[in-house]
């Protein structure tokens, strides 16, 4: 075993443990700064799968900009931890059939050759001046160009979604119109009063 399979290891021992936390603990701030743990340990395995470009991409939109959004949304609202809770041992069930069917899968990955598959083949060094981001690239617009803009398409749903379950009517709401803001005259809004002056005895 040499030391990149010792930090290959370490790496998944962290990324288990960090995933584990984040469906178990019970502070969602706790939640998703473990799943910041998840997502640096992940990209540390893509670094030495030699993907530099998707580990820094997971690092700087992932854990740059999606998780801190999380965290000021998580810690900006007033969740109702016990209202989080009443429906996990009802699908409870369902997600360890879920997460049998992963393991499963893994092993049988994992244990290849004692399922009669084919060996996974060994990856081969890359020569000096090789660039995953445009291998990357090529890949994506080249053989996945119709998965690649299907996955594009179901993110500008599910963003236009989003905007307009925002965007959704409440009473308690007030929010200016522009057209009557427009209209306003002065006299409407100032009302001038003309008072005699006192003097004084």
């Known amino acids: 075993m040499n030391f990149q399979d010792v930090i290959f290891y370490i790496f998944s021992a962290i990324l288990v443990a960090s995933a584990l936390g984040v469906i178990t603990v019970r502070n969602p701030v706790y939640s998703a700064l473990l799943?910041?743990?998840?997502?640096?340990?992940?990209?540390?395995?893509?670094?030495?799968?030699?993907?530099?470009?998707?580990?820094?991409?997971?690092?700087?939109?992932?854990?740059?900009?999606?998780?801190?959004?999380?965290?000021?949304?998580?810690?900006?609202?007033?969740?109702?931890?016990?209202?989080l809770r009443e429906g996990f041992w009802k699908w409870f069930p369902f997600g360890a059939l879920i997460a049998l069917a992963m393991v499963i899968e893994i092993s049988?990955?994992?244990?290849?050759?004692?399922?009669?598959?084919?060996?996974?083949?060994?990856?081969?060094?890359?020569?000096?001046?090789?660039?995953?981001?445009?291998?990357?690239?090529?890949?994506?617009?080249?053989?996945?160009?119709?998965?690649?803009?299907?996955?594009?398409?179901?993110?500008?749903?599910?963003?236009?979604?989003?905007?307009?379950?925002?965007?959704?009517?409440?009473?308690?709401?007030?929010?200016?119109n522009p057209s009557e803001q427009v209209k306003v005259r002065k006299e409407d809004r100032i009302r001038i009063v003309t008072m005699p002056s006192e003097k004084k005895d």
Request: charged share 20%; glycine share 4%; with cysteine.
């Open 35 to 83: 799943l910041v743990l998840a997502f640096v340990t992940c990209a540390g395995l893509w670094l030495l799968l030699e993907a530099e470009f998707l580990a820094i991409a997971l690092v700087l939109v992932y854990v740059g900009a999606v998780m801190v959004l999380f965290l000021f949304v998580v810690m900006m609202l007033d969740i109702n931890l016990d209202r």
């Open 108 to 176: 049988m990955v994992l244990m290849n050759k004692y399922f009669g598959l084919e060996e996974m083949p060994t990856p081969k060094p890359h020569e000096a001046d090789y660039s995953n981001t445009r291998e990357l690239g090529r890949l994506i617009y080249t053989e996945y160009a119709y998965a690649f803009e299907l996955a594009a398409v179901l993110l500008l749903v599910a963003m236009v979604a989003a905007i307009a379950l925002t965007l959704r009517h409440r009473e308690d709401k007030k929010s200016p």
